[in-house]
Nanobody, 121 residues
Framework: QLQFVESGGGFVQPGGSLRLSCAAS????????IGWFRQAPGKEREGVSC???????IYPDSARGRFTISRDNAKNTVYLQMNSLKPEDTGVYFC???????????????RGQGTQVTVSS
């Protein structure tokens, strides 16, 4: 069965950090481009990081300098390290197959259910 399972979300105060994980099963992550996306109520879905098959990495301005995407091929897992979190980072974060081209990145047919991130004081 092809699937993603995200974990690592939670509640954090502004300025805090979280590390999200996206574990894949049924296929090899290093064969595809993977994006992290977030969806907040009343806001458009936003791509926050993308890693290509060749390990090219792209961030939008909102994430650059604070978020870091990485891939562990041995664990078949992609991570998103998020530092200096802000209330506007609140949302459901999910990983998905994508194309690391110009924004907005497309969300492929394979995506996870997501994990909630809440940044609040």
């Amino acid at each position: 069965q092809l699937q993603f399972v995200e974990s690592g979300g939670g509640f954090v105060q502004p300025g805090g950090s979280l590390r999200l994980s996206c574990a894949a099963s049924g296929f090899r992550l290093d064969y595809v481009a993977i994006g992290w996306f977030r969806q907040a109520p009343g806001k458009e879905r936003e791509g926050v990081s993308c890693i290509s098959r060749d390990n090219d990495i792209i961030y939008p301005d909102s994430a650059r300098g604070r978020f870091t995407i990485s891939r562990d091929n041995a664990k078949n897992t992609v991570y998103l390290q998020m530092n200096s979190l802000k209330p506007e980072d609140t949302g459901v974060y999910f990983c998905a197959t994508t194309k690391c081209t110009e924004l907005p990145w497309p969300v492929g047919t394979l995506r996870g259910q997501g994990t909630q991130v809440t940044v609040s004081s």
